[in-house]
């Protein structure tokens, strides 16, 4: 998460692919970093407009956007940075209309509240005593962010994880599901999935792991063994080796119809493996605006070609 944004310059992204280009109906697009810059331009017949890229949000485990400001006013590049695509397209969540005019075809016009929200995930202390100033925050998302002094931090703080004095939660003192919803300053809590209608919104709704894990029959009342921290250490890289969950699984399933149960094992023996838990009960979801697969957090057995369970 440290890596949640960074200079566009900066971007290791960008330097390993220093001219991109792309269309889209009559629009043409070059996206060049070199000498310190990361430009956008657009043509369209006669027409040129060209950007100066100032950030690069998302370190590109799935795709990377671009931010530039003009005149004191944000906008999101129309164009992002796909992994899996290793190219250019559409930016997730933008319109795939042709654009009317050039501008447009740049980049969407990002509202105050937007950025604000946008820089308060990806950024630390971009807001300070309720003044927007990205020039003045640090890259990504650092330790301050989740242990520094909360009343900064716009995300926690519209999740009210900061107390009223203005000092943030001690982490490492919730309950199971404060634990979860702190996490869900930035994942999104599963209030704000059913508040946003994005609990209505499809596959898309995959990357919003505390709602998803939530809605698990594993999760029932909330179990310290079953929140973010207990599978993922905001410390360390993420483990991508399956076999790395099964410990936490087996921590309340048994690991045979054979074993006995116990009270603070409630969870049945799976008659179909004894490892690789994670391979067939937290299945990948495919998300095609966002050329990308997620891992879908609502622990269940999932049936070959059902469709996507909201
Ligand atoms: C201040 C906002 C914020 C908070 C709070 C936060 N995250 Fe994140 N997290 C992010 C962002 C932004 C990304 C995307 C980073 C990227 O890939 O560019 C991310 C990515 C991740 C990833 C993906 C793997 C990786 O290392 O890139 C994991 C796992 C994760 N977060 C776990 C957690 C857990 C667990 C908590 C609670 C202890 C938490 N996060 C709290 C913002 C946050
Ligand atoms: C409520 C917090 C929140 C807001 C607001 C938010 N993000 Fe994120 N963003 C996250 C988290 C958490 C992740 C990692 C999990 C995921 O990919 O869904 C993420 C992931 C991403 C990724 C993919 C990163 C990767 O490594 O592949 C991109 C790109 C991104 N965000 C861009 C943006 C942009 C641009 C904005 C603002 C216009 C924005 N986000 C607003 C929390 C947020
Ligand atoms: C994404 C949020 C997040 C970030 C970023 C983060 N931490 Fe943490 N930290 C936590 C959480 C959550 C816990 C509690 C973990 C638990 O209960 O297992 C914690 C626990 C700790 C603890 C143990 C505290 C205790 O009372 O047991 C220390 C020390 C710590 N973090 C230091 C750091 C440092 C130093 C950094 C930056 C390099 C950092 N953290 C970055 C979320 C974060
Ligand atoms: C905090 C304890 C806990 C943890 C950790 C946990 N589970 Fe569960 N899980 C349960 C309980 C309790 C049930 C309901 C009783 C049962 O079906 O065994 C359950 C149910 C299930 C079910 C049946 C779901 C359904 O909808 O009928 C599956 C499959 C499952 N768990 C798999 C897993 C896997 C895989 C992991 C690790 C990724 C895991 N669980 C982690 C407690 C847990
Ligand atoms: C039972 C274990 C478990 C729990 C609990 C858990 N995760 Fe995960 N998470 C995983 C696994 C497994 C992956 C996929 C790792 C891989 O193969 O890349 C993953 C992946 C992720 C990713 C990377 C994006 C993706 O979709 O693959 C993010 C972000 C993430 N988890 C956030 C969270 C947050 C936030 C919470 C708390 C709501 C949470 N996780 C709880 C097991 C868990
Ligand atoms: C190869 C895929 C696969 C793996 C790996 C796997 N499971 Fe299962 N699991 C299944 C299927 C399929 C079912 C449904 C079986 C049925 O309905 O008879 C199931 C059922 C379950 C159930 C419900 C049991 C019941 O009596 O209904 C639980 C709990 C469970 N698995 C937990 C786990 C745990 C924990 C692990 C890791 C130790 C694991 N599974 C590994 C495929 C798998």
Redo the contacts with the bound molecule.
């Keep these: 998460m440290a890596r949640a944004s960074m200079r566009a310059v900066d971007s290791e992204r960008l330097k390993s692919h220093p001219e991109l280009s792309f269309s889209f109906g009559p629009y043409t697009y070059g996206l060049i970093t070199n000498n310190g810059r990361s430009l956008l331009s657009v043509t369209r017949g006669s027409e040129t407009a060209t950007k100066n890229l100032e950030w690069a949000l998302g370190d590109g485990t799935f795709g990377q956007s671009y931010v530039y400001r003009e005149k004191g006013k944000y906008y999101e590049a129309q164009l992002s940075l796909y992994t899996a695509l290793n190219g250019l397209d559409i930016t997730t969540g933008h319109s795939r209309a042709l654009p009317q005019s050039i501008e447009m075809a740049a980049g969407g016009y990002t509202s105050p509240a937007t950025i604000r929200q946008c820089f308060g995930c990806h950024f630390t202390a971009a807001t300070t005593n309720d003044r927007f100033d990205p020039d003045q925050s640090t890259m990504g998302v650092t330790c301050e962010a989740c242990h520094g002094p909360g009343a900064e931090h716009v995300a926690l703080m519209s999740s009210g994880m900061v107390d009223a004095k203005g000092s943030m939660m001690n982490p490492a003192k919730l309950n199971p599901a404060d634990s979860v919803d702190f996490c869900g300053a930035c994942h999104r809590t599963s209030a704000d999935a059913v508040l946003q209608g994005l609990s209505k919104m499809g596959a898309i709704n995959v990357r919003l792991q505390p709602y998803r894990l939530q809605k698990s029959r594993c999760w029932g009342k909330g179990d310290a063994r079953l929140t973010c921290v207990a599978c993922h250490d905001p410390h360390n890289k993420i483990a991508r080796d399956a076999e790395f969950y099964?410990s936490k699984?087996?921590g309340c399933?048994r690991?045979s119809p054979s074993t006995k149960a116990a009270a603070n094992r409630p969870?049945?023996?799976?008659?179909?493996?004894?490892?690789?838990?994670v391979?067939?009960?937290m299945p990948k979801i495919e998300v095609p605006e966002a050329h990308s697969t997620f891992t879908d957090h609502w622990i269940r057995?999932a049936r070959q070609g059902e469709p996507y369970p909201e």
């Design positions: 099964d699984c087996l399933h690991q969870g049945r023996a799976c008659r179909v493996s004894t490892r690789g838990c391979t067939c009960h057995t």
